[in-house]
């Protein structure tokens, strides 16, 4: 698979947070979308038998390195912690979440 499957991945749930488990960023945006009430899944890279091939995958998709942690809404790559708060800061997260289904309210 070109993407190292990331594609099939994102599109699983409305919110996917690629990371790593030591990645203090990856934190920084689990707890800003648990704080806004969203429903997320985590892809840890280090802790996946493929996680190389999608780390590869992923540094094409962002355009560095290390690609992680990479947001995808609603199927959608967002960016790195910096795109996703500026997103937030912007007033624009939460509409993009409603859209994709990941919050209700």
Do not use: Y
């Amino acid at each position: 698979m070109a993407d190292g499957g990331v594609s099939r991945l994102a599109s699983q749930r409305a919110v996917v947070i690629f990371g790593t488990s030591n990645c203090c960023m990856c934190h920084a945006v689990k707890t800003l979308f648990s704080e806004l009430g969203v429903s997320w899944w985590v892809c840890e890279v280090d802790k996946e038998p493929r996680g190389k091939d999608i780390e590869k995958a992923l540094a094409r998709m962002v355009g560095r390195s290390p690609p992680v942690p990479a947001v995808f809404i609603g199927g959608k790559l967002v960016g790195p912690t910096d795109q996703v708060m500026s997103l937030h800061l912007g007033g624009k997260l939460v509409p993009l979440l409603r859209e994709a289904g990941a919050l209700w309210l």
